[in-house]
Protein backbone atom coordinates (compact mmCIF):
# COMPACT_ATOMS: atom_id res chain seq x y z
CA UNK A 1 0.00 0.00 0.00
CA UNK A 2 1.13 3.29 -0.98
CA UNK A 3 2.27 5.75 2.12
CA UNK A 4 0.77 9.04 0.95
CA UNK A 5 2.10 11.75 2.83
CA UNK A 6 0.11 15.03 4.69
CA UNK A 7 -0.13 18.25 4.65
CA UNK A 8 -0.61 20.79 7.19
CA UNK A 9 -2.30 24.17 6.82
CA UNK A 10 -2.76 26.00 9.93
CA UNK A 11 -4.74 23.55 12.16
CA UNK A 12 -6.15 21.54 9.44
CA UNK A 13 -4.14 18.26 8.31
CA UNK A 14 -4.81 16.99 4.93
CA UNK A 15 -4.59 13.46 4.07
CA UNK A 16 -5.69 10.48 4.24
CA UNK A 17 -7.26 9.35 7.67
CA UNK A 18 -7.87 12.90 8.35
CA UNK A 19 -11.38 15.13 7.88
CA UNK A 20 -12.00 16.11 4.18
CA UNK A 21 -10.76 19.75 4.07
CA UNK A 22 -13.92 22.17 2.63
CA UNK A 23 -12.40 24.95 0.95
CA UNK A 24 -14.76 27.82 -0.19
CA UNK A 25 -12.89 30.20 -2.96
CA UNK A 26 -14.30 33.74 -3.12
CA UNK A 27 -12.03 34.61 -5.94
CA UNK A 28 -13.57 37.64 -7.11
CA UNK A 29 -17.46 36.99 -7.17
CA UNK A 30 -17.26 40.18 -5.17
CA UNK A 31 -16.86 42.30 -7.94
CA UNK A 32 -14.78 44.58 -6.23
CA UNK A 33 -16.75 45.70 -3.79
CA UNK A 34 -14.83 45.50 -0.31
CA UNK A 35 -18.48 45.46 1.90
CA UNK A 36 -19.58 42.57 -0.27
CA UNK A 37 -15.79 40.97 0.33
CA UNK A 38 -16.68 41.16 3.65
CA UNK A 39 -20.00 40.00 3.59
CA UNK A 40 -18.89 36.53 1.76
CA UNK A 41 -15.89 36.60 4.72
CA UNK A 42 -18.15 36.45 6.98
CA UNK A 43 -21.07 33.80 5.14
CA UNK A 44 -18.68 31.46 4.17
CA UNK A 45 -17.06 31.45 7.67
CA UNK A 46 -20.31 30.85 8.98
CA UNK A 47 -21.68 27.83 6.81
CA UNK A 48 -18.82 25.78 7.97
CA UNK A 49 -15.66 26.27 5.48
CA UNK A 50 -12.78 24.77 7.19
CA UNK A 51 -10.58 27.42 4.56
CA UNK A 52 -11.39 30.73 2.62
CA UNK A 53 -9.08 31.42 -0.42
CA UNK A 54 -9.02 34.81 -1.95
CA UNK A 55 -7.42 35.61 -5.54
CA UNK A 56 -4.39 38.04 -5.38
CA UNK A 57 -3.47 39.84 -8.17
CA UNK A 58 -2.03 43.00 -10.25
CA UNK A 59 -4.18 42.98 -13.08
CA UNK A 60 -2.05 44.06 -15.57
CA UNK A 61 0.85 41.14 -14.58
CA UNK A 62 -2.16 38.59 -14.76
CA UNK A 63 -2.25 37.60 -18.52
CA UNK A 64 0.08 38.08 -21.18
CA UNK A 65 -1.40 40.99 -23.57
CA UNK A 66 1.48 39.70 -26.33
CA UNK A 67 1.55 36.04 -26.65
CA UNK A 68 -3.01 36.08 -26.50
CA UNK A 69 -5.13 38.48 -28.13
CA UNK A 70 -7.59 38.17 -25.43
CA UNK A 71 -5.67 39.14 -22.94
CA UNK A 72 -5.96 42.71 -22.78
CA UNK A 73 -9.99 42.13 -23.08
CA UNK A 74 -9.12 40.14 -19.87
CA UNK A 75 -7.44 41.88 -18.07
CA UNK A 76 -9.62 45.06 -18.21
CA UNK A 77 -12.15 42.95 -16.71
CA UNK A 78 -9.76 41.69 -13.59
CA UNK A 79 -9.16 44.98 -13.04
CA UNK A 80 -12.77 46.07 -12.42
CA UNK A 81 -12.51 43.49 -9.50
CA UNK A 82 -8.94 44.39 -8.26
CA UNK A 83 -8.54 45.71 -4.59
CA UNK A 84 -5.57 48.00 -3.73
CA UNK A 85 -3.09 47.06 -1.53
CA UNK A 86 -3.99 48.16 2.02
CA UNK A 87 -7.77 47.38 1.39
CA UNK A 88 -6.90 43.78 0.29
CA UNK A 89 -5.23 43.86 3.70
CA UNK A 90 -7.83 44.79 5.58
CA UNK A 91 -10.20 42.09 4.07
CA UNK A 92 -7.11 38.88 5.13
CA UNK A 93 -7.18 41.44 8.89
CA UNK A 94 -11.12 40.73 9.05
CA UNK A 95 -11.03 37.26 8.16
CA UNK A 96 -8.80 36.76 11.10
CA UNK A 97 -10.70 38.26 13.21
CA UNK A 98 -13.64 36.27 12.88
CA UNK A 99 -11.24 33.35 13.20
CA UNK A 100 -11.06 32.63 9.44
CA UNK A 101 -8.37 30.13 7.89
CA UNK A 102 -7.32 31.95 4.61
CA UNK A 103 -4.78 31.81 1.80
CA UNK A 104 -4.83 32.50 -1.74
CA UNK A 105 -4.28 32.39 -5.99
CA UNK A 106 -1.29 34.21 -6.03
CA UNK A 107 -1.06 35.54 -10.42
CA UNK A 108 2.75 37.36 -9.97
CA UNK A 109 5.44 37.75 -7.71
CA UNK A 110 4.75 41.24 -6.02
CA UNK A 111 1.36 39.45 -4.77
CA UNK A 112 3.69 36.41 -3.55
CA UNK A 113 4.89 38.42 -1.85
CA UNK A 114 2.14 40.12 -0.76
CA UNK A 115 0.77 36.92 0.41
CA UNK A 116 3.02 36.06 2.25
CA UNK A 117 3.37 39.20 4.16
CA UNK A 118 -0.45 38.96 5.46
CA UNK A 119 0.76 35.03 6.82
CA UNK A 120 -1.63 33.07 4.04
CA UNK A 121 -1.63 29.16 4.75
CA UNK A 122 -0.82 27.67 1.18
CA UNK A 123 -0.35 28.68 -2.23
CA UNK A 124 -2.65 27.85 -4.60
CA UNK A 125 -1.10 27.34 -8.16
CA UNK A 126 -4.35 28.12 -10.66
CA UNK A 127 -4.93 25.75 -14.00
CA UNK A 128 -3.62 28.69 -15.82
CA UNK A 129 -0.33 29.11 -14.23
CA UNK A 130 1.02 25.54 -13.92
CA UNK A 131 3.35 26.63 -16.82
CA UNK A 132 4.08 29.56 -15.33
CA UNK A 133 7.78 28.15 -13.70
CA UNK A 134 8.96 31.78 -12.98
CA UNK A 135 5.65 32.22 -10.81
CA UNK A 136 6.14 28.60 -9.18
CA UNK A 137 9.78 29.51 -8.30
CA UNK A 138 8.50 32.62 -6.64
CA UNK A 139 6.15 30.51 -4.79
CA UNK A 140 8.18 27.65 -3.64
CA UNK A 141 10.94 29.65 -2.12
CA UNK A 142 8.49 30.31 0.66
CA UNK A 143 8.43 26.82 1.60
CA UNK A 144 4.27 27.02 2.23
CA UNK A 145 2.29 24.60 1.30
CA UNK A 146 1.20 24.76 -2.26
CA UNK A 147 -2.09 23.70 -3.81
CA UNK A 148 -1.81 22.87 -7.44
CA UNK A 149 -5.11 22.87 -9.63
CA UNK A 150 -4.48 20.13 -12.21
CA UNK A 151 -7.12 21.17 -15.05
CA UNK A 152 -5.66 21.28 -18.23
CA UNK A 153 -2.12 20.54 -17.40
CA UNK A 154 -0.60 17.36 -18.69
CA UNK A 155 1.52 14.55 -16.56
CA UNK A 156 4.56 16.05 -17.79
CA UNK A 157 3.63 19.74 -16.83
CA UNK A 158 2.54 18.22 -13.27
CA UNK A 159 6.06 16.85 -13.15
CA UNK A 160 7.58 19.88 -14.50
CA UNK A 161 5.92 22.37 -11.33
CA UNK A 162 6.22 19.52 -8.71
CA UNK A 163 9.84 19.61 -9.40
CA UNK A 164 10.21 22.97 -9.21
CA UNK A 165 8.71 22.56 -5.23
CA UNK A 166 10.98 19.56 -4.38
CA UNK A 167 13.78 22.10 -5.34
CA UNK A 168 12.67 24.02 -2.34
CA UNK A 169 10.97 21.38 -0.43
CA UNK A 170 7.73 23.01 -0.57
CA UNK A 171 5.20 20.77 0.30
CA UNK A 172 1.89 19.77 -2.17
CA UNK A 173 -1.46 18.46 -2.78
CA UNK A 174 -2.95 18.22 -6.14
CA UNK A 175 -6.31 19.02 -7.26
CA UNK A 176 -8.50 17.37 -9.95
CA UNK A 177 -10.32 19.56 -12.36
CA UNK A 178 -11.89 20.27 -15.22
CA UNK A 179 -10.93 24.03 -16.55
CA UNK A 180 -14.81 24.52 -17.20
CA UNK A 181 -16.99 27.33 -16.13
CA UNK A 182 -19.41 26.22 -15.32
CA UNK A 183 -19.14 22.34 -15.74
CA UNK A 184 -21.65 19.71 -16.57
CA UNK A 185 -21.75 17.01 -14.18
CA UNK A 186 -20.79 14.73 -17.04
CA UNK A 187 -17.75 16.06 -17.66
CA UNK A 188 -16.37 15.44 -14.23
CA UNK A 189 -14.24 12.48 -15.10
CA UNK A 190 -13.40 11.56 -11.24
CA UNK A 191 -11.76 8.61 -12.06
CA UNK A 192 -8.73 10.72 -12.33
CA UNK A 193 -8.57 11.07 -8.36
CA UNK A 194 -7.93 7.48 -8.80
CA UNK A 195 -5.18 7.89 -11.21
CA UNK A 196 -3.76 11.22 -9.53
CA UNK A 197 -3.50 8.85 -6.07
CA UNK A 198 -1.68 6.13 -7.67
CA UNK A 199 1.00 8.46 -9.34
CA UNK A 200 1.90 10.66 -6.92
CA UNK A 201 2.69 10.31 -3.13
CA UNK A 202 0.85 13.65 -1.81
CA UNK A 203 -2.17 14.48 -0.46
CA UNK A 204 -5.27 15.14 -3.88
CA UNK A 205 -8.55 16.77 -3.67
CA UNK A 206 -10.83 18.23 -6.27
CA UNK A 207 -12.23 21.20 -7.16
CA UNK A 208 -15.71 21.37 -8.92
CA UNK A 209 -17.43 23.65 -10.99
CA UNK A 210 -20.82 21.65 -11.33
CA UNK A 211 -23.43 23.62 -10.18
CA UNK A 212 -24.83 22.75 -6.52
CA UNK A 213 -23.69 20.00 -4.25
CA UNK A 214 -23.84 16.76 -5.65
CA UNK A 215 -20.68 15.87 -7.28
CA UNK A 216 -18.05 16.90 -4.27
CA UNK A 217 -19.71 13.63 -2.15
CA UNK A 218 -18.32 11.64 -4.95
CA UNK A 219 -15.10 13.14 -5.37
CA UNK A 220 -14.91 11.89 -1.43
CA UNK A 221 -15.78 8.53 -2.02
CA UNK A 222 -12.98 8.68 -4.81
CA UNK A 223 -10.80 9.61 -2.41
CA UNK A 224 -10.81 13.36 -2.31
CA UNK A 225 -8.29 14.83 0.85
CA UNK A 226 -9.84 18.30 -0.04
CA UNK A 227 -13.19 19.85 -1.40
CA UNK A 228 -12.95 23.62 -2.91
CA UNK A 229 -16.60 24.89 -4.59
CA UNK A 230 -16.56 28.88 -5.65
CA UNK A 231 -18.83 30.50 -3.03
CA UNK A 232 -20.92 33.60 -3.53
CA UNK A 233 -24.26 35.29 -1.60
CA UNK A 234 -25.65 36.40 -4.63
CA UNK A 235 -26.17 33.70 -7.48
CA UNK A 236 -28.27 35.96 -9.58
CA UNK A 237 -24.78 37.58 -10.36
CA UNK A 238 -24.00 36.91 -13.92
CA UNK A 239 -20.35 38.15 -13.47
CA UNK A 240 -17.13 36.61 -12.37
CA UNK A 241 -18.58 33.00 -11.14
CA UNK A 242 -21.28 33.55 -9.30
CA UNK A 243 -23.97 32.21 -11.46
CA UNK A 244 -22.38 28.60 -10.93
CA UNK A 245 -20.89 29.41 -7.27
CA UNK A 246 -22.85 27.84 -3.87
CA UNK A 247 -24.38 29.41 -1.41
CA UNK A 248 -24.46 29.62 2.30
CA UNK A 249 -27.39 27.19 2.25
CA UNK A 250 -25.41 25.32 -0.03
CA UNK A 251 -22.07 25.13 1.99
CA UNK A 252 -23.43 23.93 4.77
CA UNK A 253 -25.76 21.34 2.47
CA UNK A 254 -22.28 20.45 0.97
CA UNK A 255 -19.83 19.98 4.77
CA UNK A 256 -22.70 17.81 5.49
CA UNK A 257 -22.71 15.81 2.55
CA UNK A 258 -19.21 15.39 2.76
CA UNK A 259 -18.93 14.51 6.58
CA UNK A 260 -21.87 11.85 6.31
CA UNK A 261 -19.62 10.57 2.77
CA UNK A 262 -16.70 9.84 5.46
CA UNK A 263 -19.11 8.19 7.33
CA UNK A 264 -20.25 6.02 4.43
CA UNK A 265 -16.80 5.28 3.48
CA UNK A 266 -15.51 3.55 7.03
CA UNK A 267 -12.39 1.08 6.77
CA UNK A 268 -10.63 0.05 4.70
CA UNK A 269 -9.00 -2.99 6.04
CA UNK A 270 -10.39 -6.06 5.97
CA UNK A 271 -11.76 -7.15 9.59
CA UNK A 272 -14.77 -8.20 11.41
CA UNK A 273 -17.28 -5.42 11.41
CA UNK A 274 -19.31 -5.05 14.60
CA UNK A 275 -22.49 -4.52 12.68
CA UNK A 276 -21.36 -8.65 11.31
CA UNK A 277 -21.51 -9.75 14.97
CA UNK A 278 -25.12 -10.59 14.74
CA UNK A 279 -24.44 -12.92 11.71
CA UNK A 280 -21.53 -14.77 13.41
CA UNK A 281 -23.80 -17.01 15.40
CA UNK A 282 -25.03 -18.48 11.58
CA UNK A 283 -21.80 -18.44 10.49
CA UNK A 284 -20.18 -21.96 9.07
CA UNK A 285 -17.30 -23.10 11.24
CA UNK A 286 -13.96 -23.03 9.29
CA UNK A 287 -12.60 -26.98 8.51
Not at 62 to 79: A, L, T
Not at 171 to 190: A, F, V
Amino acid sequence: MRIRKEVKLGKQIIGDGFPVCVVAELGVNHLGDFNLAKEMIYAAHEAGADLLKFQTYISEKRYDRKSNPKGKDFIEMVSKWEFPRDKEAQLWEYAKSIGASVFTSAFDEESVQFADEMGTLAYKLAAFEVVNHQLIHAIAKKRKPVIISRGMASEEEIRAAISILDQYNSPYIILHCISSYPLEKKDSHLRMIHTLREKYECPVGHSDHTPGTDIPPLAVAAGANMIEKHFTIHPKYRESDNFFSITPDELKDLVFKVRQTEKYMGRGDIVKIDAEKYMWSFRRHAK
